[in-house]
Structure formats: structure tokens, C-alpha cells
């Protein structure tokens, strides 16, 4: 029998996604794109090393990597953050929700994704010491990449 998150895909990663554990990941990159298009409507989605789908990120969870790896966006790239699955209370109803939080795992996931779903190990450069920030200015359409190896057994 199918799982809900395969009778109705998402683009974005799902809390039933995570399969009631946490998910170590490495941020990739931040994309402000258009979500729907009908509307035009755009959001900032956040894209991990190794993972087809990002998560479409609120203000809970970019205010809380902003307080874990600083605010400016642009030095997101290559951090480790945990997901992890929730409640929240949405329109008076408790709905599932995906939250972030620091990850006491630094490299190593809590779960992996399957096979299928994973991209190839890559191999992780060596890290650099951080230039200067720039001015502060708007994240643009996408966030200098920096990979990791992938791990292999949650579905997103």
C-alpha cells in the first residue's frame, strides 16, 4: 500500500517524509522560485547536498538557522542542520510539520535516504577560511554550492 507522501507528491520535503525521525542534512543552496505559478507566488526553498526536493522554509525555520548559523543567508552553504518531524497548531487544526534545529551529528545522519532517491557520494572539498561578507544585500536566486556525501534511506 502506498505511503500518503506517494498518493499525493510534493515538491517540497513533507514531514511524513522524515518518517518520524530526524535527518541530518547539509544546506546546498537557498532558491527564491516560484511556487505556484498561477499566482506567481514565490518562496525561499532550501536544498540539501544530495536531496532532489527542498524544504520550503517559514520564518520559524530560517529564523532558527539564522540564530544556529548566522543570519546572513549567503554563508549557509556547506552548514549542517537536523530535520526533524512536529506539530503545530495551523487554522485551530494540529497539523504535521518539519522543524529544524543545530544537529549533534555534524556529518553523520540520524536517517538516510533509500537508494533510489539518493544522488552519488561526492567528494567534500577541503574547507576554506570564510572570505568578507559583503554588504548585506538580497539572497539572490541561488547560494554558492558546496556538497557532501549523501546518505540513503528516507524518501525526499
Known sequence: MPTVSEMFPSPYVAAADLRGQPLAVTIDRIVHEVVDPATGEKAYICYFAGYKRGLRLNRINART?????????????GKVIELYPTLTTMKGEEVDCIRVRASAQAAAPVATLPAHDAAPPVAVPPQMAPAPMPAPQAVPPQVPVQTSAVPASVTF
Open 65 to 77: 538557522i539564522g540564530k544556529i548559523h548566522g543570519v546572513e543567508a549567503l554563508g549557509w552553504s
